[in-house]
């Protein structure tokens, strides 16, 4: 049975049976559960569809959360990807997935933790997008959610994913490694290659506070999961290309928790700090919950 204890022992098994990273996490959940492999993968199936549901009510131009501070944005930005932009309309469609699944959920919306609703846009905004716009089947979409699980259990494992003890890193930190090494399977790549993805994307985003304006899920935690999962693709892509990480991936995850354990309580989802404690975070604060 598997440990999750290492992203290299994940590769290690995948490499030396010669499938998927999934494949081998399917198998493994079936033993440790005792369920049937095809149970384990109806249940993900319907866990993508809840991601697929999610996408598409987020990018109604009238969301708006329960707060008031923000929606609207997404469909903004899917409007936008008409045009192509500076890096094309996938990208951009991506990027307005990320955005729909983040509304939705300060909107009180229905949505897949992935692995917390702070960074539930970024794994949508990267599987959804290479199913729905012909790039994997949903075999292989639904297959490659195993593999982002098991990176996300190693790594909540080995640090955090929790933006309270670990800043933002914890959570769009960890949800664009998950995003990095699904992309990477859904394109071809080897179990090492998702590794490296995984690594790339917690370098980028190492150090990330947690600084919520008024203490919600919203500002800047929507646009953050924009941005991880563009940071997912270019790892992704990095790691496919054949670019190596000098750090290892498990190294990395080490790394990104004594980064967190060093952060302090301002900047740990206290919305005491950073962007919260600004004079324009205090107002908007303010205009939700009153004075002080």
Not at 245 to 270: H, K, N, Y
């Amino acid at each position: 049975m598997l440990e999750y204890k290492s992203i290299s022992e994940l590769v290690s098994a995948a490499a030396g049976a010669g499938v998927r990273i999934s494949d081998i996490v399917l198998a493994d959940q079936a033993e440790q559960l005792e369920l049937p492999a095809e149970e384990l993968f109806r249940r993900m199936d319907e866990r993508l569809a809840v991601m697929e549901d999610s996408v598409r009510a987020g990018l109604d131009p009238d969301i708006r959360s329960t707060s008031g501070l923000t929606g609207g944005d997404a469909a903004r930005q899917w409007e936008y990807a008409g045009s192509g932009g500076v890096c094309g309309g996938f990208m951009n469609r991506a990027v307005a997935r990320a955005l729909s699944v983040s509304e939705y959920n300060a909107a009180m919306g229905r949505i897949v933790a992935a692995p917390t609703a702070g960074s539930c846009g970024i794994l949508p905004g990267a599987v959804v997008s290479l199913l729905a716009e012909g790039r994997c089947t949903r075999e292989a979409a639904v297959m490659s959610l195993f593999t982002a699980g098991a990176f996300g259990m190693v790594i909540a494992q080995k640090a955090s994913i929790s933006g309270a003890e670990g800043g933002c890193q914890a959570e769009c930190g960890s949800a664009a490694a998950m995003a990095a090494a699904a992309i990477v399977e859904l394109s071809g790549g080897t179990p090492a290659m998702c590794a490296e993805a995984c690594a790339i994307a917690i370098k980028n985003q190492l150090g990330l506070v947690c600084d919520p304006v008024a203490g919600l899920v919203e500002i800047p935690c929507i646009k953050r999961n924009a941005a991880g999962t563009a940071i997912a693709f270019n790892s992704a892509e990095m790691a496919l290309a054949g670019i190596e990480s000098r750090i290892p991936a498990d190294e990395c995850v080490e790394a990104m928790r004594a980064v967190g354990c060093a952060l302090p309580a301002a900047l740990r989802e206290t919305a005491r700090g950073g962007l919260a404690a600004t004079p324009t975070g205090e107002r908007l604060r303010e205009r939700v919950f009153g004075h002080k």
